[in-house]
């Protein structure tokens, strides 16, 4: 059983939370990366760390809109979220969204909207370093995983070691695709594109980025984003290798080793 | 004395200076129709990412053999430079080889170091063009690369290579001359490569050689001053702009767009109608996003002057490499083409742009190349001088919507959704948590 508090609860019973669990709108709504959502609160529980989600209250954060061109409603969806933070008096905030997190870190604080945002890779191997999350290697022992670098995560944010360093930690065997870190090529999905079909042209951009993952012959693609999880787990479908190769978040992979 | 020579040579210098004044004020003046941007912060940060990126190639070393290609033909650049000062005061003073006497045995070493640097310019150019041509590098072949930004790719060379070849030429028969005619040219120089060129000269007279000699020397300054005023019609503006361009580049996280800040009261009076605006009043602006280059900042008017057409932003893109329209290149190359028809406007109308019903959307970018960009930075970051073409589209896409309502309808849906109930999907936001108990 989950154990998710929401923020208001916490205050009808006096309490306050260390850090704010971001969920996101795929994160809430998506089933696919429900599951993230899931394994990301079960290590939250394991590690007993204090937290909150806003429930209800959380909305988007005007990502896709802003970069659909749309300053004007971005900005109702940032002052909107930014007064129900403030209200709550929030501080940190963890997310397991890319876009959100770039979002959240980088544009609202001009705004007003002032937070120290981590990604959940981050917070993940923070804990570990601080001995409160431990990782079970055995389950993934010896498998060959590649990470697709989130482009919000990272070429747009420098987080490029965070989830490599979780990965090394299973005992897996990270591979690098021939285009990755600051070279990582696009899942097909950023700047509003998972709302709308591609324009017309030779191939679909996660079909290209799921053909430089197979090249190196991977058992898990690795992601640490709800949409670059969908763009590359439909590439995998479209190159029929689902019996063989697996779309994981780092969140799931590490739930999954500790048998959560 | 006859001073006709150096009369004619102050007449080519004033003029080839003068027209490359022209023309740079003619930049400059270009890039201030676009709007205001303050990048005046962290100058010490600004000055590091200069030295780091445009003076010491960081960025370009990331392709290794291009890379080192274009290491040897900057520095060859750089330093041949010294060589051209001494020209020019040859041809002022009507002296030969004026630094000769100043150097002693150091002017050896200078002019040997020169021919070394001018024999690898000539063999790395001869790499690039056969790189460009016979290889045919796919980044130098798309569809935005056809006319004149092919030739003037290979102008750039052919200009590089004859100019290498007559400055050995030059040294070459000035070393014959060395020997026959020792009243005029003394012995001055080192020639370690354009020794090897002696035997084209040989058994000429010395009348022959001098004439030969100064046609040589005449020809290369001369297509110096040709080459410093090709500039502005070409793509090689880099060798200057790269330098303003990487000082006043985007220090920010790539991931942070632009907040237009104008607009924050005008949504705090839509949500909350008790909102008093505060005293200092800001105007939103007349227009939101670009659909011209007047809509633009300067900063990106100037990325546009500064583009060498290298392609490693369209190599990159991944709408580019599964055969969409939008190419990042081809949006720098028109921004700068529509900067330069308002510049030719600006100097047929004193000045004063005469509208001409023309823009750079449509006109140049059609919607169908901005709606194809994943906003994904790989442009921005493979760009070797930092230029952001991504900020430009961003601009262009903000003007299809908030101007003109065409976003594709998939996108209204989604923006519909997330007015109606906060999420891009049509879900209900009292689901939120439905998770936690699923």
């Avoid at chain 1, 659909?68 to 900005?75: D, I, P, S």
């Avoid at chain 2, 790395?124 to 290889?135: G, L």
């Amino acid at each position: 059983m989950l154990n998710v508090p929401t923020l208001s609860q916490l205050q009808s019973e006096g309490k306050k939370a260390e850090i704010v669990f971001w969920v996101g709108c795929a994160g809430s709504f998506d089933d696919r990366a429900k599951k993230i959502t899931k394994a990301f609160v079960k290590l939250l529980n394991q590690t007993k760390i204090s937290f909150a989600v806003l429930g209800t209250e959380e909305s988007c954060t005007g990502d896709p809109a802003k970069r659909a061109g749309n300053e004007f409603l971005f900005q109702m969806q940032a002052l909107q979220n930014i007064a129900t933070l403030d209200a709550y008096q929030v501080t940190k905030i963890v997310t397991t969204c890319p876009h959100c997190f770039n979002t959240l870190k980088n544009e609202y604080p001009e705004l007003g909207g002032k937070y120290e945002v981590i990604h959940h890779t981050q917070l993940l191997k923070q804990l570990l370093r601080e001995d409160k999350l431990t990782i079970q290697g055995g389950k993934y022992k010896g498998k060959r995983i590649t990470y697709h670098d989130p482009c919000y995560l990272g070429r747009a944010n420098q987080v490029y070691e965070a989830p490599r360093a979780l990965i090394q930690k299973l005992d897996a065997e990270l591979v690098e695709m021939k285009s990755c870190k600051s070279k990582g090529l696009c899942c097909g999905a950023g700047g509003a594109q998972m709302f709308k079909d591609a324009e017309n042209g030779e191939k679909e951009v996660n079909i290209e980025r799921t053909e430089q993952a197979l090249e190196v012959q991977p058992d898990i693609v690795a992601a640490a984003c709800p949409f670059c999880n969908t763009m590359m787990t439909d590439g995998i479908k479209n190159k029929e290798q689902e019996g063989k190769v697996e779309v994981m978040d780092i969140a799931e992979l590490i739930a999954n080793a500790n048998d959560l | 004395m006859n001073y006709i020579p150096n009369l004619i040579f102050l007449t080519l210098l004033l003029l080839g200076i003068g027209i490359f004044t022209r023309n740079i004020k003619r930049i400059r003046r270009n890039i201030s129709q676009g709007k205001s941007l303050d990048r005046s912060d962290q100058s010490g940060l600004r000055w590091k990412n200069m030295i780091q990126v445009a003076l010491g190639q960081s960025k370009m070393v990331s392709r290794p053999i291009a890379g080192f290609l274009h290491v040897i033909v900057y520095i060859g650049f750089i330093l041949i430079n010294i060589e051209v000062l001494e020209i020019v005061l040859d041809g002022l003073t009507g002296e030969h080889r004026i630094f000769a006497p100043l150097l002693g045995g150091g002017y050896d070493i200078l002019i040997a170091t020169f021919e070394v640097l001018a024999f690898l310019v000539l063999v790395a150019v001869i790499f690039f063009w056969t790189r460009r041509n016979i290889i045919k590098i796919k980044r130098f072949w798309k569809a935005e690369m056809k006319g004149w930004p092919k030739l003037d790719g290979d102008i750039i060379l052919y200009f590089e290579v004859v100019l290498m070849l007559l400055f050995l030429s030059m040294n070459a028969t000035d070393s014959l001359l060395q020997e026959l005619d020792p009243e005029h040219y003394v012995k001055a120089g080192s020639f370690p490569i354009s020794q090897f060129l002696i035997p084209l000269f040989d058994g000429f007279s010395a009348d022959s050689l001098l004439v030969l000699e100064r046609s040589f020397w005449w020809m290369h300054i001369i297509g110096i001053f040709i080459f410093l005023n090709y500039l502005y019609y070409s793509k090689h503006l880099h060798i200057l702009l790269a330098f303003p361009n990487t000082y006043f580049s985007n220090l920010n996280p790539k991931g942070r767009f632009a907040v237009d800040m104008s607009i924050k009261n005008e949504v705090q009076m839509m949500m909350d109608p008790s909102f008093s605006v505060p005293e200092v009043e800001v105007t939103p602006p007349e227009k939101f996003g670009a659909s011209d280059v007047f809509d633009l900042n300067w900063v990106q008017l100037m990325n546009a002057y500064s583009c060498t057409e290298c392609g490693r932003c369209s190599s990159v893109c991944p709408a580019n490499m599964t055969g969409k329209k939008l190419s990042p290149r081809k949006i720098m190359m028109n921004t700068r083409d529509r900067l330069e028809e308002v510049g030719k406007n600006l100097n047929e109308n004193k000045g004063i742009f005469e509208n001409d019903q023309k823009q750079l959307l449509n006109d140049y970018i059609t919607p169908e190349e901005l709606w194809a960009c994943t906003s994904c930075n790989a442009c921005v970051d493979a760009c070797p001088i930092e230029i952001d073409p991504l900020s430009i589209i961003m601009d262009m896409r903000q003007y299809l919507v908030m101007e003109q309502s065409a976003a594709p309808a998939e996108l209204n849906s989604m923006m519909g959704n997330i007015e109606n109930n906060g999420a891009p999907w049509p879900f209900s936001n009292q689901d939120r948590l439905q998770w936690a108990n699923e």
